[in-house]
């Protein structure tokens, strides 16, 4: 229903201009609705765009038997690149990256890069995270299905 405002002249009552009611005290709540509608986002989606830079001082490196992992951040857990590298070159691999929160803690990003170069015989990724994380993980997958590769991992370094 219009509300319309009303003003008296001198002549009578004549209708002065249509506007809706503006009085916030009279203006009615909204009680919540059924909760199975309600969304619930993480902190992490509120999260600004960071910018981290590489920080030589502040790296970490992981080995296993093919497979290298190489993490630098800037001091504060800012994590800037992953860079993991197999001794052996192999086609259609690609390297996932997962950051987490602190050691065994929430994923905070995964990334999936299947750009890898084959410098001198290996196999080679880098992966820009540019993410708070207090450890990233890598592995190697098969770039179709994303089953891990033999021996390809993961590994972890904790930042």
Not at 125 to 154: K, M, W, Y
Request: some cysteine; aromatic content about 8%.
């Amino acid at each position: 229903m219009k509300k319309v405002r009303y003003a008296i002249g001198a002549l009578g009552i004549a209708p002065a201009m249509a506007l809706p009611f503006t009085n916030g005290a009279a203006a009615a709540t909204h009680a919540p609705g059924n909760s199975a509608k309600r969304v619930t986002l993480t902190t992490g989606q509120f999260a600004p765009d960071l910018t981290c830079y590489h920080q030589a001082d502040h790296s970490g490196r992981a080995h296993s038997r093919n497979l290298s992992e190489y993490v630098d951040w800037n001091g504060a857990n800012c994590v800037y690149k992953a860079h993991g590298e197999l001794n052996i070159s192999v086609s259609h691999l690609a390297m996932r990256t997962r950051a987490y929160s602190r050691p065994g803690g929430a994923r905070v990003w995964s990334n999936y890069n299947s750009h890898g170069t084959f410098p001198g015989g290996h196999t080679s990724f880098t992966t820009t995270v540019n993410r708070d994380a207090g450890q990233v993980c890598i592995a190697l997958v098969f770039e179709s299905t994303h089953v891990l590769l033999n021996s390809g991992g993961p590994i972890c370094v904790n930042t």
